[in-house]
């Protein structure tokens, strides 16, 4: 069990912050999980006060798996759902503000212009060439639910898209998100054996009290400042 650790005196607690969609005003806002422009900037705004050091998924799962605190308000950000909005609204903010992102995506529905559009894979490998920008999995056809499924079925939602990703970004794809932050001990099992390193949830609590790589939470975005005030930041 990993669970919370002490380093050099200190707590060692991390959030990594979940987005979805993001859209032009709150006109546009269908779920509650929606997030505007402006509530995105002044997000950001906020957290860059509070003095945040923002750093990738990449770096959040390695701290995990070697023990190792990162820097102290340390924070990570994270989009689901490969909604073109996160191109179109939230990518300009973070590009200019040089904040690292990591994007989930169901594979299965890239580029597809049905209900909400998506981001087309070459939008998705322009992200992934930028350097800022990791480009990881969240199955292909984001089941409701994985628990609900066959070994067979989640090992090939699992690994089909980590071949359609590895297969179109020309390198190694190796961080899952579980759809809908839906999973039990079994789906985390068949992550590693599907061949990833890290999985995430949605299990709003801090990265370091993941039990193993494989259910290391994240916040839903809506309460970035709980999941910031709630860390006791030093």
Known sequence: MIGVWLYLGVVAKTPILTYHDIVADASNKKVWFDCTVQEFRSQIAWLRKQGAFFVDSGTVYRSVRDHRALPKKSICITFADNYLGFYKFAWPILKKERIPVTQFVHTGFAGSPVGRPKMTW???????RSGLCTIASQTVTHPEDLTKMTDVQVLA??????????????H??????????????????LAKQAGYLAAFSE????????????????????????????????
């Open 203 to 234: 299990a709003c609590r801090e990265a370091e009290s993941a039990v193993n790589l494989f259910e290391i939470p994240r916040y839903v975005h809506t309460r970035y400042r709980e999941a910031w005030n709630n860390l006791n930041r030093q």
């Open 157 to 170: 939602e699992f690994r089909n898209s980590k071949a359609q990703l590895e297969s179109k970004l020309g």
């Open 172 to 189: 190694k794809v190796d961080q899952l998100a579980y759809p809908n932050g839906k999973f039990d001990s079994r789906v985390s099992k």
């Open 122 to 128: 070459s939008q998705l490998v322009e992200l992934d």
